[in-house]
């Protein structure tokens, strides 16, 4: 079964400052997620990859957001520089074509509080 | 972008049946239904999908009327493990995944 490891769990920066996560799928899998999730909201997509190009970074804002995978596997988001808003759980997550169904398999997360 | 409308929150009971409705006027076509479940620090998890009809595995019955307007999550004699948020959403499930909105999601509360 597909897997998603996440680092780190939690990071608790300064505003202005710089941040970056990682995302390491436990098997290969073509399609490749970031979402920002806000406190008491649902996910939000900030960027789709297929092996190592960008399907949809539509919402992701660039001039503070940089996200990038590695040969079609590991991927990182960055933030700099940080703002307050942008306190929230990041999640990866892959999606397994295998079952026909087209589920997202999550990790657990990175928590960032920005002060 | 097909978006969804769910009540933010729901309470009921342990051993209860817990039926949480979704709304979709704008499904397409090819649009599947995908119910996903969400604990408190952990990302969310794939439970349901359908088309049409009605749909069952081993943790919950997904309710398609005809017109796909809305469809309702049924989760049979609830415990409190499935405190958790629930999220509808609506889209092509493998081409065009990008396009789904998680929104806000119902929160349930089971309470013993």
């Known amino acids: 079964e597909a897997g998603v490891a996440q680092s780190p769990r939690y990071k608790i920066i300064e505003k202005r400052q710089s941040v970056a996560f990682w995302c390491n799928p436990i098997s290969g899998h073509a399609t490749l997620y970031w979402y920002q999730q806000i406190l008491g909201q649902g996910p939000k997509l900030l960027i789709q990859?297929?092996?190592?190009?960008?399907?949809?970074d539509s919402q992701l804002p660039k001039d503070r957001f940089s996200a990038e995978r590695l040969k079609g596997v590991d991927s990182t988001l960055k933030i700099q520089p940080a703002k307050l808003e942008d306190s929230a759980v990041y999640l990866c997550?892959?999606?397994?074509?295998?079952?026909?169904?087209?589920?997202?398999?999550f990790g657990e997360g990175s928590r960032l509080t920005v002060l | 972008l097909a978006k969804t409308t769910q009540p933010i929150s729901m309470d009921s009971y342990e051993g209860q049946e817990v039926n949480i409705t979704c709304s979709h006027n704008?499904?397409?076509?090819?649009?599947?239904i995908t119910w996903y479940q969400q604990f408190p620090s952990q990302g969310p998890r794939f439970i349901i999908q359908g088309y049409k009809t009605k749909v069952t595995n081993e943790v919950a019955s997904l309710f398609i009327p005809a017109d796909r307007k809305s469809s309702t999550l049924s989760l049979p004699r609830v415990s409190l493990s499935d405190t958790a948020v629930y999220y509808c959403l609506v889209g092509d499930p493998i081409y065009n995944f990008n396009k789904f909105y998680f929104g806000s999601g119902t929160k349930l509360n089971v309470k013993p």
């Open positions: 997550a892959i999606r397994d074509r295998g079952r026909g169904t087209g589920e997202l398999f």
């Open positions: 704008n499904i397409a076509t090819n649009d599947y």
């Open positions: 990859f297929q092996n190592n190009g960008v399907v949809d």
